[in-house]
């Protein structure tokens, strides 16, 4: 018993200090366990379920944070700064009619809190934006790897954007937080109105 007891100290030691030093993705996998051992025991703490939501936040897992942040909810146990981070990831998740009745629900709960009542005072946006998912289809494109692609710009009439999609260039290397690749600088030739592969930026283009 005395050694059970010790290792889950020992893992819950560890998970917090991952957690403090922003290394999420090590994090995750022990907060998982902590997490349905304190379901399942029913003790009362929901600080790890709190911590797994936020770690999935910050690793764009929004689904699975979304599903840690109900747990909250249903226990009652969301914060006010639970609520915030709770409505911004359904709100990427673009479930904004349940969105916009937590966003009144937390109003109500913490009135005083600045981008609560922003939100709840332009409720309506998040209609228009439900009705306008509801109407248009967005498609991806060559470029897409799902591994962290943004900033698109135009350069010469093609499209310059960074990617995290491979491990080469002058620095490799992967980030602490979330063991993705070090960012590069990549180029789409656009062709009859489409993108076509994007290819990593060399040294000619630095020059």
Not at 141 to 167: E, L, M, Q, R, V
Request: charged share 25%; with cysteine; proline share 2%.
């Amino acid at each position: 018993m005395c050694s059970n007891v010790g290792y889950a100290q020992l893992k819950q030691k560890l998970a917090d200090e991952l957690f403090e030093q922003e290394t999420y993705y090590k994090a995750v996998p022990m907060y998982v366990e902590l997490a349905k051992k304190d379901l399942k025991k029913q003790t009362g703490n929901y600080e790890n379920v709190r911590r797994l939501a936020q770690a999935y936040t910050k690793l764009t897992e929004y689904q699975k944070a979304s599903n840690q942040y109900a747990i909250l909810q249903t226990a009652d146990q969301l914060t006010e700064h639970d609520y915030v981070e709770y409505i911004s990831v359904l709100r990427i998740l673009r479930q904004y009619p349940f969105a916009s009745d937590l966003t009144a629900q937390a109003f109500r709960k913490f009135p005083s809190n600045s981008l609560i009542k922003d939100w709840h005072e332009h409720k309506d946006v998040l209609a228009k934006l439900y009705t306008s998912v509801t109407r248009y289809q967005v498609e991806e494109t060559k470029i897409n790897s799902g591994k962290g692609d943004f900033a698109p710009s135009y350069y010469k009439g093609d499209i310059i954007y960074a990617s995290k999609s491979t491990k080469k260039g002058f620095l490799v290397g992967t980030y602490n937080w979330d063991n993705s690749n070090f960012i590069n600088l990549f180029k789409a030739e656009v062709k009859i109105g489409q993108l076509d592969k994007g290819k990593r930026l060399k040294d000619a283009f630095f020059s």
